[in-house]
Nanobody, 122 residues
Framework: QVQLVESGGGSVQAGGSLRLSCVAS????????MGWFRQAPGKEREGVAL???????NYADSVKGRFTISRDNAKNTLYLQMNSLKPEDTAMYYC????????????????WGPGTQVTVSS
């Protein structure tokens, strides 16, 4: 059973940075396609960034150039470095894992963490 636990959320002013972490069950980050998603109040959940087992990445247009996804397989941890944060980045952020190992689509994710809140003030 894959388990995911996010941390690193918080409140920050616009222009600031945060780094989210997702600690996963053993071997998860190297065996699964991993992704970050977010959901703001009243909005649908959207994909933010993903990394395939080949280490290829994909980003939502809204975060390209500002966010970076990475992983440390030795620590079973997925990261999301968020720079130049904007108020519209405010959301609950979720880590997810997919049994479909390749591809850039933000779909077919099977396992989810409970989320971590990010709030960006103007």
């Amino acid at each position: 059973q894959v388990q995911l636990v996010e941390s690193g959320g918080g409140s920050v002013q616009a222009g600031g940075s945060l780094r989210l972490s997702c600690v996963a069950s053993e071997y998860t980050t190297r065996r699964y396609r991993m992704g970050w998603f977010r959901q703001a109040p009243g909005k649908e959940r959207e994909g933010v960034a993903l990394i395939a087992v080949t280490s290829s990445t994909n980003y939502a247009d809204s975060v390209k150039g500002r966010f970076t996804i990475s992983r440390d397989n030795a620590k079973n941890t997925l990261y999301l470095q968020m720079n130049s944060l904007k108020p519209e980045d405010t959301a609950m952020y979720y880590c997810a894992a997919s049994r479909i190992l390749l591809g850039g689509a933000f779909s077919d994710f099977d396992y989810w963490g409970p989320g971590t809140q990010v709030t960006v003030s103007s």
